[in-house]
């Protein structure tokens, strides 16, 4: 099946400094990936839609300066937290849409593992 | 606001008994359903869906039952097994013109199989 590997699973970071999640399709490409960050016992919240080729669509309130996403290829796309700060510590998860071949109702997202990302 | 909906954050079932998990949704664009499994420190896992136009799926030991009049649904395990214990998420699909349909999540439900 589908698989999406994330990188790195955790992470701790200094305050200001950026840090870059990596989110891969293994075995298929995404033309679309998706972003969320879960807070503890929240649901999972979209960040961003992201597109390969393209600008990434962010959800209102996420600021598209400070989370920067790249989706340079059809198997990679990345998060970049920039000038991070303690509140910007979460679990982001990445997923990703299969370009071709998904009939409706069938496994619509394959997630990563997710990211822990701690800022000091 | 809250378009998914999971009122239980918490459940304890008796294994091999009937494990239900409840999800109610009020926008009613959503076309489609799924139910994710989550185990701690690893991303979901893509459990069943249901389309908009059913109001029942199975699959193996797992059932969705979808009321789209009452904008409810729910998760049936039966029997429930140790291993099914995790935190299961109700996400709601909303189709858009263009590709970038969205899915939407609730909070999940932690779901405990007691011996």
């Known amino acids: 099946g589908a698989v999406v590997s994330q990188h790195p699973s955790r992470v701790i970071c200094k305050s200001g400094t950026s840090v870059k999640i990596e989110c891969r399709s293994l075995?298929?490409?995404?033309?679309?990936m998706f972003w969320y960050r879960q807070f503890p016992k929240q649901s999972l919240m979209l960040m961003a839609t992201?597109?390969?080729?393209?600008?990434?669509?962010?959800e209102q309130g996420v600021e598209k300066d400070k989370f920067l996403i790249n989706h340079a290829s059809l198997t990679l796309s990345t998060l970049t937290v920039t000038s991070a700060h303690p509140e910007d510590s979460s679990f982001y998860i990445c997923?990703?849409?299969?370009?071709?071949?998904?009939?409706?109702?069938?496994?619509?997202?394959?997630f990563g593992a997710g990211s822990r990302l701690t800022v000091l | 606001d809250q378009q998914v909906k999971q009122n239980s954050p918490s459940l304890s079932v008796q294994e091999g008994r009937i494990s239900i998990l409840n999800c109610d949704y009020t926008?009613?664009?959503?076309?489609?359903f799924l139910w994710y499994k989550k185990y701690p420190a690893e991303g979901p896992t893509f459990l069943i869906s249901?389309?908009?136009?059913?109001d029942k799926n199975e699959d193996g030991r797992f059932t969705v039952f979808l009321n789209k009049s009452a904008k409810h649904l729910s998760l049936h395990i039966v029997p429930s097994q140790p291993g099914d214990s995790a935190v299961y998420f109700c996400?709601?699909?909303?189709?858009?013109?263009?590709?970038?349909?969205?899915?939407?999540f609730g909070k999940g439900t932690r779901l405990h199989i007691l011996p």
């Open positions: 997923s990703a849409r299969a370009r071709t071949g998904e009939p409706p109702g069938a496994n619509v997202l394959t």
């Open positions: 249901i389309s908009s136009i059913k």
């Open positions: 996400a709601a699909r909303r189709a858009h013109m263009n590709r970038d349909d969205k899915i939407i």
């Open positions: 992201s597109n390969e080729g393209s600008k990434a669509t962010y």
């Open positions: 926008n009613s664009m959503f076309d489609y």
């Open positions: 075995d298929f490409q995404a033309t679309t």
